[in-house]
């Protein structure tokens, strides 16, 4: 008796090879989603948990920017000063990373700090006249202020004496000088009180000497502020005319 044979329709052989296809397909795609997940997108998770994100500490000192990193596991550099009328001396103008950034763990943020309004000097317009001197300062950006006569001797009337501040001292953009000028007209025997007020002793005596007149009455008084041995105060005041051999009184600040 032969036996039955089985007949495999060509249809039912072509679903049986698509479907194995497609569990292949499947497998390898799970395969690769297993490889992108655990290279790709799990350190990206895990460097996300090490993220920081920056606060901003433009306009606070340097050292409360510093304990708010601190707290957030960043840190702070100095990179830079610069002058700044809108900042105060020693705050912060600007960071980088700026503020709202996610930095990593431990990053720096590098900040510029203000060095306060900036300074101008104040020229020397000692021997000049009135209104050369005013041009001088409008030059640097100052203005002139009060103007002080006073009666000299051998100087042409006019002539700039001396200035507050003097010259060679900072000040800001626009600040107003004092000028002391020459009033002309006095007697040959006159001369003018220089200003030794926060110079030494031993540079006042010289000076005083210098023009024609005489060191008067000395008396001290404890100052914590300047060095022992600085002039304080002056009688009469520098800039004042006075007939030579008159004695200039001094306070000066104790010795220890």
């Known amino acids: 008796m032969d036996r039955p044979t089985l007949t495999i329709h060509p249809q039912a052989a072509s679903r049986a090879r698509k479907f194995f296809f497609l569990l292949l397909a499947m497998g390898m795609a799970f395969l690769i989603s297993m490889v992108l997940f655990d290279k790709i997108f799990m350190p990206?998770?895990?460097r996300h948990n090490d993220d920081r994100l920056v606060p901003s500490v433009t306009g606070l000192s340097v050292d409360s920017a510093g304990?708010?990193?601190k707290s957030v596991d960043l840190g702070v550099a100095v990179v830079g000063e610069e002058f700044?009328?809108?900042?105060?001396?020693?705050?912060?103008?600007?960071?980088l990373p700026p503020p709202?950034?996610?930095?990593?763990?431990?990053?720096l943020i590098r900040v510029s700090v203000s060095k306060g309004s900036p300074k101008l000097v104040v020229p020397n317009m000692v021997g000049m006249g009135r209104?050369?001197?005013?041009?001088l300062l409008l030059d640097y950006g100052l203005y002139v202020g009060e103007i002080v006569e006073v009666d000299t001797a051998g100087v042409a009337k006019g002539t700039v004496l001396g200035s507050f501040p003097q010259s060679?001292?900072?000040?800001?953009?626009?600040?107003?000088v004092t000028l002391t000028i020459a009033a002309g007209g006095v007697e040959?025997?006159?001369t003018w009180v220089p200003s030794v007020v926060g110079r030494s002793l031993e540079e006042a005596k010289k000076r005083i000497?210098?023009?024609?007149?005489?060191?008067?009455k000395l008396e001290y008084e404890d100052n914590e502020l300047v060095l022992p041995g600085t002039v304080l105060q002056q009688e009469p005041p520098g800039g004042m005319a006075a007939r030579r051999g008159e004695r200039v009184k001094l306070l000066v600040a104790r010795s220890e």
């Open 44 to 46: 990206l998770a895990v």
């Open 67 to 69: 304990a708010i990193l």
């Open 84 to 95: 700044s009328s809108a900042y105060p001396v020693g705050t912060i103008i600007t960071q």
């Open 100 to 107: 709202g950034m996610r930095v990593r763990e431990g990053r």
């Open 131 to 135: 209104r050369q001197a005013e041009l």
């Open 168 to 176: 060679g001292a900072g000040v800001a953009p626009q600040s107003r």
């Open 188 to 190: 040959p025997d006159s």
């Open 209 to 216: 000497a210098a023009s024609g007149l005489e060191l008067g």
